[in-house]
């Protein structure tokens, strides 16, 4: 079994839309929950990030992490054409001290 | 955050030759990561370069394929040494502990070196 878990997609929705991705993990030390969005040909940035469980908003962006069934989703509202792009969610723990990424869901999002 | 640029950001080799890809950071860092991204794959670690020390590699990455040098705390170099077709992959360096120690939650990326093997 992985240690994390990401449907890759691809995801395609009208501009607007409310988008959900998920991700499922099995290691209960994870700590830390991060999301990276991944435009064609560059390298991941860091959207947000997340420490234990709970919810977190920034602007159009939600991120909820559900520690009892190791479950984390990122929501975008009103999502944007220029959201196109690979999602990947990531976590980590101090004890484990190296990130593990999902396999990312690629997202477009058509005007 | 901390900007990291790569080189070279794209390269076509043959198989058998070796390539070095350098990562640096317009600030000090304190850890540094080297990971692979093939198509339609999960970002793979293959190894974290601290400065002073040998770099420590993941399961199924081994030194003598993979050299790493880490001369300072803004730099560090991936070699893929003897390549074969099976190393075409996007190699991406990350920082860690732009504050001068560890972040677990801010960790950078650079924009990648996409190597394709004939």
């Known amino acids: 079994q992985k240690e994390v878990e990401q449907d890759p997609g691809p995801l395609s929705v009208p501009e607007g839309a409310i988008v959900s991705l998920n991700c499922t993990y099995s290691?209960?030390?994870?700590?830390?929950f991060m999301w990276y969005r991944q435009y064609s040909r560059k390298g991941p940035e860091l959207l947000m990030y997340?420490?234990?469980?709970g919810n977190k908003e920034d602007g159009r962006f939600t991120a909820q992490v559900d520690k009892s069934s190791k479950y984390i989703s990122l929501f975008i509202r009103d999502s944007q054409p220029s959201d196109s792009a690979t999602y990947l969610c990531?976590?980590?723990?101090?004890?484990?001290?190296?990130?593990?990424f999902g396999r990312g869901t690629q997202l477009t999002v058509w005007p | 955050s901390a900007v990291i640029s790569q080189k070279p950001s794209r390269d076509i080799c043959q198989r058998g030759t070796s390539l070095t890809i350098q990562c640096q950071v317009d600030?000090?860092?304190?850890?540094m990561f080297w990971y692979r991204q093939q198509p339609g794959q999960s970002l793979t670690l293959i190894a974290t370069?601290?400065?002073?020390?040998?770099?420590?590699?993941e399961s199924g990455f081994v030194i003598d394929k993979f050299p790493i040098s880490r001369p300072n705390l803004t730099f560090s170099t991936l070699t893929v040494s003897n390549m074969s077709p099976e190393d075409s992959s996007i190699y991406l360096c990350?920082?860690?502990?732009?504050?001068?120690?560890?972040?677990?939650?801010?960790?950078?990326f650079g924009p990648g070196t996409r190597l394709t093997v004939l």
């Open positions: 990350s920082v860690e502990g732009t504050s001068g120690r560890p972040s677990y939650n801010e960790q950078f």
């Open positions: 290691n209960s030390a994870f700590q830390y």
């Open positions: 997340t420490y234990s469980s």
């Open positions: 990531a976590m980590i723990s101090s004890t484990l001290g190296r990130l593990y």
């Open positions: 600030s000090q860092v304190t850890m």
């Open positions: 370069a601290n400065q002073g020390s040998e770099a420590t590699y």
